[in-house]
């Protein structure tokens, strides 16, 4: 006679008090500690690093003040920058949704599968540059002696062109980085929407601008709030292109950031102007976010 070996199978993991935890969480435990040390551990250090002072020749002396974030509360000039940072963000970032809608919308339902390709190959080709790289390219182009300006004057109808150290160089600067990014993450939702609806609108006797203003666009919001939160990240944390292409006139927070820090050794301030970008930027994220939303249930009832 011949006995069954009987398997236990491993019981969940349980919480306190006996409770059963749910199988995901040993799935995400590892990506969640990764998480918490890799990036809410520095958050912590940094927001405790701004809360001491400094003293020249020490760096900083260990202290609970919140004399940092009062200096830039009571400087103009650092409340200049904080609000430059957010005009240029967000006029870039508007850029490029204006600019980047037709070309997502022109790939999804224009272009045949062949171009569709080589079109994506030509878009995602800039992000396989370094910032730096690209931006060295825009200070030939957009230089006072550079291609852009010579192509001008050959002409002789246009004044002698001067768009290096401007904020108009930077927000064109940005907008060549960040509009990729836009594409991409419009295509993407562009192409769950279901053509037929397009085809049903028109034959009710809608226009092609009615079909993308009451069907195109409702059913991308999502698409569209997530490359518009993406661009605005990125261009309020830009460094690279404000540096070459800005000028050392041209003061934006992450350029300021890494002056306090590398610069003038200033750890504390440094630190307090890095969380001030940081919470400024998930403010407005986070607002834009629950607008829209909010907006994007509407549309859906």
Request: aromatic share 10%.
């Amino acid at each position: 006679m011949t006995s069954a070996a009987v398997t236990a199978s491993p019981s969940p993991p349980r919480a306190a008090g006996g409770r059963r935890l749910p199988p995901v969480f040993g799935l995400t435990s590892p990506a969640t500690l990764f998480v918490v040390l890799a990036l809410l551990g520095p958050l912590a250090l940094m927001f405790r690093f701004s809360l001491n002072r400094f003293v020249p020749g020490e760096l900083m002396t260990k202290a609970l003040t919140l004399e940092n974030y009062a200096k830039f509360f009571g400087d103009g000039f650092y409340q200049e920058v904080l609000f430059t940072t957010l005009w240029v963000s967000g006029l870039s970032t508007l850029l490029c949704l204006v600019a980047g809608f037709p070309v997502a919308y022109y790939l999804v339902r224009q272009a045949s599968p062949a171009w569709k390709s080589r079109l994506m190959i030509l878009i995602i080709l800039p992000l396989l540059m370094g910032n730096a790289v690209r931006t060295a390219a825009w200070m030939v182009i957009l230089g006072d002696h550079g291609l852009l300006a010579a192509g001008l004057e050959a002409t002789g109808v246009f004044p002698p062109l001067r768009l290096m150290y401007t904020p108009a160089a930077v927000v064109i600067g940005l907008v060549s980085v960040m509009l990729p990014f836009m594409i991409v993450t419009l295509r993407s939702v562009l192409e769950g929407i279901d053509r037929n609806l397009e085809d049903a609108a028109e034959s009710l006797g809608a226009g092609h601008a009615m079909v993308l203003w009451r069907v195109v666009l409702p059913l991308a919001l999502p698409g569209i709030l997530a490359g518009t939160m993406l661009c605005f990240i990125l261009s309020m944390n830009a460094y690279a292109t404000p540096v070459l292409i800005g000028g050392p006139q041209f003061h934006m927070m992450a350029p300021e950031v890494y002056q306090q820090v590398a610069k003038a050794m200033n750890w504390p301030f440094g630190s307090a102007l890095a969380f001030i970008l940081m919470a400024v930027t998930l403010v407005l994220t986070t607002t834009a976010n629950l607008l829209v939303q909010r907006r994007y249930r509407r549309w859906s009832e």
